[in-house]
């Protein structure tokens, strides 16, 4: 017996939509939260990433100026950080503790310009896929992949 025209399109479309499904969950991944290698700092917990991704830390410990690298609105890495550490939407705006001065950062669209950039710049942080991460750069803190295993 031949399947009717309905039943060949319900099959497409579920085949269709399990090939988007499947490869978009399948890239979810662990993100490392990294710092430039000379960074006296070698470790940070989520409440400090808060305070400086918040705009309510301006400054490392050792004085140096802050500087935060962020990916676009619409990654997939940001979407991750900002759920797990500021508990917020990839297109939530924050400003400086008791200022109307949003906080700035530098926008990044891929894992290799923010390890370019963070390479670069003592005062630098950002985030990573945790298997993008290279001797360029120290990992100060490992967000675990939230999906279900």
Known sequence: ????LL???RSTVAAALLGVIIPLHAEA???????????PIS??????????????????????????VNRQISSTERGQFYRQVLNAKPDQ???VLN???????????????VLRFVTAI???IGYVRLSAVDESVKIVTILKDPSPQ
Do not use: C
């Open 1 to 4: 017996m031949r399947p009717t």
């Open 7 to 9: 039943q060949i399109l």
């Open 29 to 39: 991944e662990s993100l490392a939260v990294v710092v430039n290698d000379r960074n």
């Open 43 to 68: 470790t940070l917990q989520l409440i400090d990433l808060r305070s400086m991704y918040r705009g309510e830390e301006l400054h490392w410990p050792h004085g140096g100026r802050i500087k935060l």
């Open 93 to 95: 705006r924050f400003y």
């Open 99 to 113: 200022t109307p001065i949003a906080v700035q950062s530098l926008i990044r669209r891929s894992d290799e310009a």
């Open 122 to 124: 003592e005062g630098a």
